[in-house]
Antibody, heavy 123, light 106 residues
Framework: EVQLVESGGGLVQPGGSLRLSCAAS????????MNWVRQAPGKGLEWVSY????????YYADSVKGRFTISRDNAKNSLYLQMTSLRDEDTAVYYC????????????????WGQGTTVTVSS | DIQMTQSPSTLSAFVGDRVTITCRAS??????LAWYQEKPGKAPKLLIY???SLESGVPSRFSGSGSGTEFTLTISSLQPDDFATYYC????????FGQGTKLEIK
């Protein structure tokens, strides 16, 4: 079964850092673009970041640009999100999501999602 | 940035009803639009992509239409499992989600 499993969430103080991981299984991870999407408590979905299959292209939402870094290790079938200078408003469930289409040339709909990992930023 | 506006924010309906949710883009996105269903405590589920293409495994009572700036998601006959929150998403330029439409049982 195609699966994405996030980990690394937790409680962190404002200004702190955290690294999220997403482990992929049962598909050729290196052929797919990947994303991070988050959902703050009681709020809607917010796209956070995108990385192409080869890591050659990355995009960030304005709300996290300069603070978050997306990366991947295709040999380990893993996606990462390094989060620094965390703020209260970064509190959310963070999902990794696969961009549909093998070797897609750019952004595409997200067809596989993990169950999410919760990040809480609070003093 | 492309903004996405969904309406209504909340929709109450009976099992068996036909319902339509609307999504408007602040500029043309051609057909680069997806619809997702979200239930509490679960990951979002892709329903429709490229405005009108049904994702594999999604019941045919779900359909999408539109292009440019106006899009709709229609559920032809509501089933108990359909009561959830629905989001549109543009993927022409990065990604933007609509604010969501909560579909409630009347």
């Amino acid at each position: 079964e195609v699966q994405l499993v996030e980990s690394g969430g937790g409680l962190v103080q404002p200004g702190g850092s955290l690294r999220l991981s997403c482990a992929a299984s049962a598909f050729t991870f290196s052929s797919y673009n990947m994303n991070w999407v988050r959902q703050a408590p009681g709020k809607g979905l917010e796209w956070v970041s995108y990385i192409s299959s080869s890591s050659s292209t990355v995009y960030y939402a304005d709300s996290v640009k300069g603070r978050f870094t997306i990366s991947r290790d295709n040999a380990k079938n893993s996606l990462y999100l390094q989060m620094t200078s965390l703020r209260d408003e970064d509190t959310a469930v963070y999902y990794c999501a696969r961009g549909a289409g093998i070797a897609a040339p750019g952004t595409s709909q997200q067809d596989v999602w993990g169950q999410g990992t919760t990040v809480t930023v609070s003093s | 940035d492309i903004q996405m506006t969904q309406s209504p924010s909340t929709l109450s309906a009976f099992v068996g009803d036909r319902v339509t949710i609307t999504c408007r883009a602040s500029q043309s996105i051609s057909s680069w639009l997806a619809w997702y269903q979200e239930k509490p405590g679960k990951a979002p589920k892709l329903l429709i992509y490229k405005a009108s293409s049904l994702e594999s495994g999604v019941p045919s009572r779900f359909s999408g239409s539109g292009s440019g700036t106006e899009f709709t998601l229609t559920i032809s006959s509501l089933q108990p499992d359909d009561f959830a929150t629905y989001y549109c998403q543009q993927y022409k330029t990065y990604y933007t989600f609509g604010q969501g439409t909560k579909l409630e049982i009347k």
